[in-house]
């Protein structure tokens, strides 16, 4: 049908026919019979000149028999159809009446256009049969009868000199009826045509505000989710496919035997849309995954037929998983942007995360926070790829059974996400889907709580500590967890304040409140294998603000620093987010290094407390400020008790001099010491190297326009040969 890569097939086909002509600038086409030109630029054309050739190649009618902008009059003004197949060679018994319209119509649009095409009809001769009315993503037959007010859909308009159509159209690998209509197999297509038919669909269903947008969105989900499943249901070539409209013939022609024929066509298919999604369901819970079936289908007949209408014909499972990917991404996007824009990474961010480690089949990977699933998406194609290389299998190519279980079996047993959204979470699962699957391990949980939380919320004993090899995520930023609101705060280090070395009198004790980007870093540590690897969006405040130090000091202890990358500032500006970012990988010390690293840490701090000229130093100014203030804070007790308020406030801007005059010689003390401590820290620590870059143009701007410089794959290339270098103990070539 009417792909990019099959309308080039048409549209050739017709030029090697001589049916049609393109001027070498695609800026005009002639239909050659009538000698008509006419302007290929507008999307309109483009559909009809792909139906014209249809017409003829497909339907096999003679183009002698197909006029084009035929002149009709109705009523009192002179139209023009846009095709009108006719009977005879002299074109005088009108047979076909064929409307077309760009792809980009709305459902009332189309509805209008159905109107137009019968109004043709029943001004033009009383030999009219048929009517077709087509978007280019949309289909429409009817079974006209100009002594009948009444609109009979048929599954498709017949092939030249076939008199009796098929209740139905899309079978298996197609066929030919024994009255001679030919089925037709299901077809690719390519992303711009799918995201049409993804948002065309899903506006169809709230457009008429029996559902809002979100639910519409859920149950489009659930029909996708049918149209997959019934494409991998076994059958035999020229079995038709039950996610389809199949016609529930009249017992008369009485136009109220016609109408409820058509009734029990929309029917009968809701009724096969539940049935498939029933089976999907057991068989989904058979593997534990309820959630992407919590609720049955709740489209009513009409609603689901509409849906259908867009996605019947297309081959899902076959059409390629990079077109349909970007086409499913591109569509959510489109409908999550705004309150929800924060679950989206770009892409170029996202490839350039995963490309960067060294992923492979036999490794287990997390997204703690994992939004639509795009970096599990491209860890599964990365795999996919991979193996599909290992295999000799060139893009296109129909994989062996071997290849194909390998790269599934990641899918199925190492990929895992969480998202705490419930509907983002559905969503992420049928990304997974239409990426051939890989969504059971997908879950709706807060990411926070702890790893056997997670287990008994979810049931899936997949979330285990100590057993990621890579962790790949790109957390809200800017959220806040509190210790009154989130029983868990306490279970994090990140969520207490530690014993100030610097304040000997200072006590450990719980922070009121910590933020997410925080905490996600201290998760990902109970999730990850020693010497496993996180790769984390973070704003730039944890790499520079001095009241993070602490985060910083964490991370120093836990993870051995692979790369810093600093993104521009644009980097999310399209999702509504303009904070700095940079992306940090990150390798996970063994248990012991970690504890090594934390003594030295603490060894250093005590000896300079203890033994040094600064500490003592501090110590001495931190007594006597103590012991002055101490003093003067009886003074203006006494002084109140006088009721004497000029030496009170006499005395309280004394202290509060004691205090200014303190405080700075505390503070430049302590700087000393911090600077000494972090000198020392780093001389006595087994040194090594870090990579670190600056990316200016990650390939689009603020607004999400496409620069066509995207620095991110050249660094990624590098960081991967460095990160070879670690895990093959080569790192100190630099030094």
């Not at 700087?671 to 780093?682: G, P, R, T």
Request: negative net charge.
């Amino acid at each position: 049908m009417k792909t990019n890569e099959v309308i080039k097939k048409i549209i050739l086909e017709g030029q090697n026919n001589n049916l049609i002509k393109i001027s070498d600038d695609s800026s005009t086409i002639t239909y050659i019979n009538q000698n008509i030109s006419r302007n290929y630029n507008n999307p309109e054309e483009k559909v009809q000149a792909e139906t014209f050739c249809e017409l003829v190649l497909k339907y096999n009618y003679p183009v002698e028999q197909v006029r084009q902008y035929v002149k009709v009059t109705v009523g009192s003004d002179v139209k023009e159809a846009d095709i009108i197949v006719y009977n005879d060679s002299a074109c005088k018994k009108p047979h076909i009446i064929v409307e077309c319209k760009k792809e980009e119509i709305t459902e009332q649009e189309f509805k209008q256009a159905v109107r137009q095409a019968y109004a043709y009809a029943f001004a033009t001769a009383g030999t009219v049969k048929y009517i077709w009315v087509t978007s280019g993503i949309k289909d429409e037959y009817y079974s006209f009868d100009k002594e009948i007010d009444s609109r009979e859909s048929v599954t498709d308009i017949p092939q030249y000199k076939v008199e009796r159509l098929a209740s139905y159209k899309f079978a298996k690998n197609g066929g030919v009826t024994e009255d001679g209509q030919k089925l037709s197999p299901l077809y690719t297509v390519e992303e711009s045509e799918l995201t049409n038919r993804f948002k065309q669909a899903h506006q169809a269903l709230w457009g008429g505000g029996e559902l809002n947008p979100s639910e519409a969105f859920d149950e489009l989900d659930k029909l996708i989710f049918c149209k997959i499943f019934d494409e991998k249901k076994k059958r035999k070539n020229g079995d038709p496919y039950d996610f389809q409209i199949i016609k529930v013939e009249p017992k008369s022609r009485d136009k109220r035997d016609i109408e409820k024929a058509d009734k029990e066509t929309s029917e009968n298919l809701l009724k096969r849309l539940i049935s498939l999604y029933e089976e999907g369901k057991q068989i989904g819970e058979r593997k534990n995954d309820t959630e992407i079936f919590r609720e049955g289908i709740k489209l009513n007949a009409v609603k689901a037929r509409t849906v259908v209408g867009y996605l019947e014909g297309v081959d899902l499972l076959h059409t390629d998983l990079d077109s349909k990917g970007r086409a499913f991404e591109t569509f959510m996007g489109s409908f999550f942007r705004g309150d929800f824009g924060q679950y989206f990474t770009p892409r170029n961010i996202v490839s350039f995360i995963v490309d960067s480690l060294p992923i492979d089949e036999t490794k287990r990977v997390l997204d703690t926070s994992c939004g639509s699933g795009g970096f599990l998406l491209h860890a599964l194609d990365k795999v996919r790829k991979e193996v599909r290389a290992f295999y000799g299998i060139k893009e296109g190519e129909r994989e062996t059974q071997e290849c194909h279980d390998q790269w599934h079996d990641f899918a199925e047993y190492n990929l895992y996400g969480i998202e705490i959204n419930e509907q983002i979470s559905r969503t992420a699962k049928m990304n997974m889907i239409i990426h051939d699957d890989g969504h059971t391990n997908v879950v709706s949980a807060d990411g926070l709580i702890s790893p056997n939380d997670l287990r008994i919320k979810t049931n899936n004993d997949g979330f285990k500590e100590n057993s990621f090899n890579y962790i790949i995520t790109n957390p809200p930023f800017g959220s806040i967890v509190k210790q009154t609101e989130k029983a868990y705060l306490h279970q994090y280090k990140l969520g207490t304040k530690d014993i100030d070395w610097l304040n000997p009198n200072s006590r450990a004790s719980e922070r009121p409140s910590q933020s997410t980007e925080v905490l996600f870093i201290e998760q990902a540590e109970k999730y990850l294998v020693e010497g496993g690897y996180l790769a984390i969006v973070v704003p730039d405040g944890i790499l520079t603000n001095s009241s993070m130090q602490y985060v910083r000091d964490y991370i120093s202890d836990t993870f051995r620093i692979v790369a810093v990358i600093s993104m521009p500032q644009t980097a999310f500006s399209a999702n509504g987010a303009g904070v700095k970012s940079f992306v940090m990988f990150l390798k996970k010390y063994s248990a012991l290094e970690k504890q090594i690293r934390i003594d030295l840490r603490n060894n250093i701090q005590n000896n300079l407390i203890s033994n040094s000229d600064d500490g003592n130093r501090l110590l001495e100014l931190l007594k006597k400020k103590k012991d002055k203030i101490g003093k003067i804070n009886k003074q203006i007790k006494q002084e109140e008790k006088a009721e004497n308020k000029s030496e009170v406030e006499i005395l309280k801007n004394r202290k509060q001099a004691i205090i200014e005059e303190y405080d700075e010689q505390i503070e430049f003390t302590k700087e000393n010491l911090s600077d000494v401590y972090l000198e020392q820290y780093k001389q006595r620590l087994n040194d090594y190297p870090i990579f670190m870059a600056i990316a200016e143009d990650i390939g689009y701007d603020a607004t999400g326009k496409e620069t066509n410089r995207n620095e991110l794959p050249a660094i990624s290339k590098e960081l991967a040969k460095f990160i070879k270098t670690i895990e093959e103990g080569k790192d100190r070539f630099f030094q």
